[in-house]
Nanobody, 117 residues
Framework: QVQLVESGGGLVQAGGSLRLSCAAS????????MGWYRQVPGKQRELVAR???????NYADSVKDRFTCSRDNAKKTVYLEMNSLKPEDTAVYYC???????????WGRGTLVTVSS
């Protein structure tokens, strides 16, 4: 069973930056496409960014040019660098992993990001 543990959330003022990390264990990391999602109460979880096994990224329009997703396969970790944060970025951020070969998906428990105005 793949385990995903997020870290790096917290409280930041608007315009500030945070870097989230998601460490994977019990897996061959190179088999995984990774992603970051976020959710606010009462709303559906939404995709923020995704990075494939090969390093190709895509982003939600709302975060393009502000967020950067990267991965370090040696450390089995995926990152989400968040800059120019806005109050509307406030959410619980979840790490997602999808095994490219089996299609199995896994989720972390989430980390809270709060952006104050």
């Amino acid at each position: 069973q793949v385990q995903l543990v997020e870290s790096g959330g917290g409280l930041v003022q608007a315009g500030g930056s945070l870097r989230l990390s998601c460490a994977a264990s019990r897996t061959v990391f190179s088999t995984l496409d990774m992603g970051w999602y976020r959710q606010v109460p009462g709303k559906q979880r939404e995709l923020v960014a995704r990075i494939t096994r090969g390093g190709t990224t895509n982003y939600a329009d709302s975060v393009k040019d502000r967020f950067t997703c990267s991965r370090d396969n040696a450390k089995k970790t995926v990152y989400l660098e968040m800059n120019s944060l806005k109050p509307e970025d406030t959410a619980v951020y979840y790490c997602n992993a999808r095994n490219y070969f089996s299609g199995m998906e896994y989720w972390g428990r989430g980390t809270l990001v709060t952006v104050s105005s």
